[in-house]
């Protein structure tokens, strides 16, 4: 049973450039949340995406957006990368119906911007 | 809003020892789930154990435990016969499930240190 995949696992990008990260949540669930994780920090919750839409968004700016495809896969983009951007960023998700709340973590991607 | 604390950033245990590691929340919400995750170098987060608030009995998982006071809002996480793969960052989270949605917050985590 594979669990929730993220690609890539290092990335580096200079200020002003857009990132894409990407998703695979662990086989049978809906649902995919994205947190960051800025160093010696907690998670902070970005936004979470069911049925291929936005339901609930963190005290994020529009710069961050998102999308889930069909087969539940999501992604991430930042838009005009900001130095303050560098982090790990954390895909997690939740099973069908969400009968369970508790979500399951990827390994991360750390984004570092120059 | 609901806040999550972990007052202690650093913690250490001699191995075979027991630990206990702090987390006061505040919310006005009635129903709500509580988990502890570890995140070891690797960075994956591990969910370590999981409570609802509704259920009065502390949930147990093997050598790990949770004394949970609903009232004073506290959650804490002891660990029994510490081992060294026990070290790592341990993050308290708090989830409001009340608007339908699950969204974790989390605090600011306790850094675990085994000694041999």
């Known amino acids: 049973d594979a669990g929730v995949t993220q690609s890539p696992t290092h990335l580096i990008k200079t200020r002003g450039q857009q990132v894409t990260l990407r998703c695979s949540p662990k086989s049978g669930h809906d649902t995919v949340s994205w947190y960051q994780q800025a160093l010696g920090q907690g998670p902070q919750f970005i936004f979470q995406?069911?049925?291929?839409?936005?339901?609930q968004r963190g005290n994020f700016p529009d710069r961050f957006s998102g999308h889930q495809f069909p087969n539940y896969s999501s992604e991430l983009n930042v838009n005009a990368l900001l130095l303050g951007d560098s982090a790990l960023y954390l895909c997690?998700?939740?099973?069908?119906?969400?009968?369970?709340?508790?979500?399951?973590f990827g390994p991360g991607t750390r984004l570092t911007v120059l | 809003a609901q806040t999550v604390t972990q007052s202690q950033p650093e913690m250490s245990v001699q191995e075979a020892e027991t630990v206990t590691l702090s987390c006061t929340y505040d919310t006005s919400e009635s129903d709500y789930y509580l988990f502890w995750y570890k995140q070891p170098p690797s960075r994956q987060m591990i969910l370590v154990i999981r409570?609802?608030?509704?259920?009065?009995q502390n949930a147990t998982e093997n050598r790990f435990s949770v004394n949970f006071q609903k009232a004073a809002k506290s959650f804490s996480l002891k660990i029994s016969d510490s081992q060294l793969g026990d070290a790592a960052m341990y993050f308290c989270?708090?989830?409001?499930?009340?608007?339908?949605?699950?969204?974790?917050?989390f605090g600011t985590g306790t850094r675990l240190k085994v000694l041999a």
């Open positions: 409570q609802e608030a509704y259920k009065q």
């Open positions: 995406y069911y049925e291929e839409e936005e339901r």
């Open positions: 997690a998700s939740l099973g069908v119906g969400r009968s369970t709340d508790t979500q399951y």
């Open positions: 989270a708090y989830d409001g499930n009340t608007s339908g949605t699950y969204k974790y917050i």
